[in-house]
């Protein structure tokens, strides 16, 4: 049987993780969240992967869970308030897991990116997109709340509070120019050229100061929720200051400071 989740390394420093559950469009069952959540684990300490790329096999990126199929650990509505608790923190430490990565993650989303697929883009630093690619919140047309996995926290901040509540509150589907207008994705791409420009993209930062990447990346986690104008700089300024000093920024600047002597 076919591994849940893939990993490839295509160039230097660049993990591509790949949902692998084509024939149900990647919806996440027992055993895919188990693999997804190991391997997050393994990358936050892999020292030697600077970008990860996250897409889906086949023709969607990622449709939900798998309420038909997800295995024994689905539970029944009647079950106990404590049990179904945890499964929903369960399923919402994937995208806070995703999002935690110290490596910036590019979602390449390739086709139906729906409810926890939609949570998981969510939670990626950048996404781009292709013109098949399709966006929903799928909860609330099933009688549930459409604030789950962080999409609450996530999707006001990326499209704005009155359009994210026009998409949770409906659960429409979203079209991947409404979705590129909206500043939901940064691109929209060819269907064939879609992960090709995810890799380039993970390439190009995989390529910089791993420090500084991460760094910055911290820096818009935290600042995108900052008190103040005071209280951002403090930690830009922090940050400058811890980076100026390493090695491989001092290698970085030489060539520039080389060319004013």
């Known amino acids: 049987m076919a591994a849940p989740v893939t990993m490839t390394t295509p160039c230097a420093g660049v993990a591509v993780l790949t949902l692998n559950r084509p024939e149900r469009l990647n919806a996440l069952n027992e055993v895919m969240v188990r693999e997804l959540a190991a391997t997050l684990a393994a990358l936050r300490t892999d020292t030697g992967t600077h970008a990860v790329v996250l897409t889906g096999a086949g023709r969607g990126f990622c449709s939900g869970i798998d309420v038909r199929d997800f295995g024994p650990g689905m539970l029944e509505a009647d079950a106990p308030a404590l049990d179904r608790m945890r499964f929903q923190e369960t399923m919402a430490a994937l995208p806070q897991a995703l999002r935690a990565l110290p490596q910036p993650v590019i979602a390449a989303v390739n086709g139906p990116c ?10 990626a630093d950048i996404r781009i997109c292709s013109a098949a690619a399709s966006f929903g919140n799928a909860a609330i047309l099933l009688g549930l709340s459409g604030a789950e996995m962080g999409m ?19 659960g ?10 909206r500043g939901l994705v940064s691109q929209l791409v060819g269907s064939g050229a879609l992960v090709d420009r995810a890799v380039e993209l993970a390439a190009l930062v995989a390529g910089l100061s791993p420090f500084g990447v991460q760094l910055t990346k911290r ?13 951002a700089l403090e930690l830009e300024n922090r940050n400058q200051v811890l980076s100026h000093a390493t090695d491989d920024a001092a290698a970085r600047r030489q060539p520039w400071t080389a060319k004013r002597t």
């Open 114 to 123: 729906v409810g926890a697929g939609l949570a998981l883009c969510l939670a």
């Open 172 to 181: 429409r589907t979203v079209t991947a120019d409404e979705a590129d207008r």
């Open 219 to 231: 820096a818009l986690h935290v600042n995108t929720d900052a008190a103040s104008l005071d209280a």
């Open 152 to 170: 609450s926290y996530h999707l006001p901040r990326i499209v704005g509070t009155s359009v994210a509540a026009d998409w949770m509150l409906t």
